[in-house]
C-alpha cells in the first residue's frame, strides 16, 4: 500500500481537501482497508489499534455515500446513525465530521445526555444527515418524539465492544429494532472478544471483517512497565513520579468515580495541577476538565474509564494506571492514549497485591508481559520467580504479597 492516496482509494475531491488540511495525505492501514468496502454499501467488522485512524475510517466514506444522490431531509429525520458508548467520544465524533466534511453540505448534530434537551430538539427538526448520538439520550428524544430513526440508511457502532457489553446491549437492540432491516451497518473497536462478536454478527449483514491488529495487541511504541506496590503506597509513588519534568501530559486512571476525585485532591494538595473526569460530574464539567488538559493548562487529569475510549488529546506522554482495571480490554484501550498517529509514549501501572489477576489477565489478553520498572517493590527473588515458568501458574507469577515499596524511579 506504499503512496496509495485517498484519491486512489474513490474519495471525492472536497473530502481530500480537507483531510489534506490536516496533514492526512496517506490512509492508514484500517482506512486502506475499510474506505473501499464501505464505499460499495458492504457491512464492516474493523478491528485495529486504537490511534490508527478508525473514526477516518468510517466518517470519511460515510460522508461520501451521503453526499452521492443526495436526499431531501425531512422534519426529525436521520439519515446516517452513529452511535458511541460516551459523550466525549460522541462529541469528538462529531467534531472530527465538521472537520472532514467542512467542504460538502451535509448537515450534522450529536446528542448526548448530561446537558440539556433544548438544543438539542432544535437541532433535531429539520432533520440531519447524520446524527451522533450515545444510546440513552437516543432513545429518550425518540419516545419524545423528537427524532425518527426509520430513514436510517447507515448504521455505525464506535467502540462496539463496549457497545455490545451487557452494560449497552439493551439500548442497543431497541435502537437497532427502530431502524430500517434494509441499511448498510458498520462497528470499529480495537478488542472484540469472541462472545462480543458473536453478539455484533447478528445485527451485521454479511459483514466483511477486517482485522489489521498484530498479534501483540498493543502498540509497539508502548513502553510498558509495572510497579508492584502497596496499596497505601499508591499515592506517595505517584506524586514521585510526577515529579520528573519528563511526564509531560499526563493520564492518569482509576477503577472508581470516587477513587479520581481522590486522587485528583491529592494531587492538587501536592502542589499539581489536576483535573479530574467521570460518570458523575455534569457534561460541562467533563469538557472544562478535558479542554484544560487538551490547552495544558492541567498538565494531569484523572480519569474512569469512561476517559479510555472518548479521549483523543495530541502529546499525552504517559498513561498511569493508579488502579488495574478489572477487564484486560479496558487497559489495551487505556494505555492508546498515548502514543497515537504514530507517536511514542509510556504506559506505567501500579499493581498491589489485590491485583495480580488482573495483571495476569492483561498480559495474557496483550501476549506479552509488562516490564518490571526500575524501584519496584518486587525483590530480585520475586522478579527472577515472575520471569521463569512455574507449573500450575499463569505468567509464571508468584502468588505471594508483593513486599512494601521501597522507592520509586
Not at 442497543?172 to 448498510?184: F, T, Y
Not at 458473536?198 to 495487541?217: E, G, H, M, N, Y
Not at 492514549?337 to 495480580?356: H, K, L, M, Y
Not at 518490571?372 to 515458568?389: C, F, I, K, M, Y
Request: proline fraction near 4%.
Amino acid at each position: 500500500m506504499t503512496n496509495l492516496t485517498f484519491t486512489a482509494l474513490g474519495i471525492a475531491e472536497p473530502l481530500t481537501r480537507a483531510l489534506a488540511g490536516e496533514g492526512y495525505n496517506e490512509p492508514t492501514p484500517i482506512q486502506a482497508c475499510a474506505i473501499p468496502v464501505l464505499l460499495e454499501g458492504q457491512d464492516i467488522l474493523g478491528l485495529a489499534q486504537t490511534g490508527t485512524g478508525k473514526t477516518a475510517a468510517f466518517a470519511v466514506p460515510l460522508l461520501q455515500l451521503l453526499c452521492v444522490g443526495h436526499e431531501g431531509r425531512t422534519p426529525k429525520s436521520v439519515r446516517a446513525l452513529i452511535l458511541a458508548p460516551t459523550r466525549e467520544l460522541a462529541v469528538q465524533i462529531y467534531q472530527s465530521l465538521r472537520t472532514y466534511g467542512r467542504h460538502v453540505h451535509l448537515r450534522h448534530a450529536v446528542v448526548v445526555g448530561g446537558v440539556s434537551q433544548q438544543m438539542q430538539v432544535k437541532a433535531l427538526a429539520a432533520g440531519v444527515d447524520i446524527l451522533v448520538a450515545t444510546p440513552g439520550r437516543l432513545l429518550d428524544l425518540e419516545k419524545q418524539g423528537s427524532v425518527r430513526l426509520d430513514g436510517v440508511k447507515h448504521l455505525v457502532l464506535d467502540e462496539a465492544d463496549r457497545m455490545l457489553d451487557m452494560g449497552f446491549i439493551r439500548d442497543i437492540r431497541r435502537i437497532v429494532a427502530k431502524l430500517p432491516r434494509a441499511r448498510q451497518s458498520m462497528m470499529f473497536s480495537a478488542t472484540m472478544p469472541a462472545d462480543v462478536e458473536t453478539l455484533a454478527r447478528s445485527i451485521l449483514r454479511d459483514p466483511v471483517r477486517i482485522d489489521i491488529s498484530p498479534p501483540k495487541r498493543t502498540a509497539e511504541n508502548i513502553e510498558q512497565q509495572v510497579f508492584h506496590v502497596a496499596a497505601g503506597d499508591k499515592r506517595a509513588l505517584l506524586s514521585n513520579l510526577l515529579g520528573c519534568s519528563s511526564l509531560k501530559r499526563v493520564l492518569v486512571f482509576t477503577r472508581t468515580k470516587r477513587g479520581a476525585d481522590r486522587v485528583a485532591q491529592h494531587l492538587g494538595r501536592e502542589g499539581f495541577k489536576a483535573e479530574a473526569i467521570h460518570g458523575d460530574k455534569t457534561q460541562s464539567a467533563r469538557q472544562r476538565a478535558l479542554e484544560s488538559f487538551r490547552a495544558g493548562s492541567a498538565r494531569i487529569l484523572v480519569a474512569t474509564d469512561i476517559a479510555a475510549r472518548g479521549i483523543d488529546v495530541d502529546d499525552v506522554t504517559h498513561v498511569i494506571n493508579f488502579e488495574l482495571p478489572n477487564e484486560p480490554e479496558s487497559y489495551v484501550h487505556r494505555i492508546g492514549r498515548t502514543a497515537r498517529a504514530g507517536a511514542t509514549g509510556i504506559a506505567i501501572s501500579f499493581c498491589d497485591a489485590s491485583e495480580n489477576d488482573y495483571l495476569r489477565q492483561i498480559e495474557k489478553l496483550t501476549r506479552s508481559r509488562l516490564t518490571l520498572a526500575a524501584g519496584s517493590s518486587l525483590g530480585a527473588r520475586d522478579a527472577e520467580t515472575r520471569n521463569s515458568p512455574r507449573s500450575g501458574r499463569p505468567n509464571g507469577r508468584r502468588r505471594s504479597r508483593p513486599a512494601q515499596m521501597r522507592g520509586a524511579a
